[in-house]
């Protein structure tokens, strides 16, 4: 099981930093993904880390805003959230791929958590 959290509601230029944790299994051999689904549309990448911690990538509307970082020993990871756009609002949702880096590609994930909602709005 993962569960997220950290959402909550913040004044645009704000920062969040969610946590993805796993429970009942380790996210050391998993890679990790975020994805976001705001109302009325489909569930996109936001940002995945590798199992090794080697690889990492974003999507193109969050890149120098936004930071993943996992802690194996904690068998959890972050999404660091910083200058905050009212567009970024959304439920975020953490996976987790056993193919150890899934990218930002939703049908490589095999595990979801339930989300957790983020609001951004002055």
């Known amino acids: 099981q993962l569960v997220e959290s950290g959402g909550f509601l913040v004044q645009p230029g704000g920062s969040l930093r969610l946590s993805c944790a796993a429970s009942?299994?380790?996210?050391?051999?998993?890679?990790i993904g975020w994805f976001l689904q705001a109302p009325g549309k489909e569930r996109e990448g936001v940002s995945g880390?590798?199992?090794?911690?080697?690889?990492?990538t974003y999507a193109d509307s969050v890149k120098g805003r936004f930071t993943i970082s996992r802690d194996n020993a904690k068998s959890t990871v972050y999404l660091q959230m910083n200058s905050l756009k009212p567009e970024d609002t959304a439920v975020y949702y953490c996976?987790?791929?056993?193919?150890?880096?899934?990218?930002?590609?939703?049908?490589?994930?095999?595990?979801w958590g339930q989300g957790t909602q983020v609001t951004v709005s002055s």
């Open positions: 880390i590798s199992a090794s911690d080697e690889l990492t």
């Open positions: 009942g299994f380790t996210l050391y051999y998993y890679g």
């Open positions: 996976a987790a791929s056993s193919r150890r880096f899934g990218g930002l590609v939703r049908w490589e994930y095999d595990y």
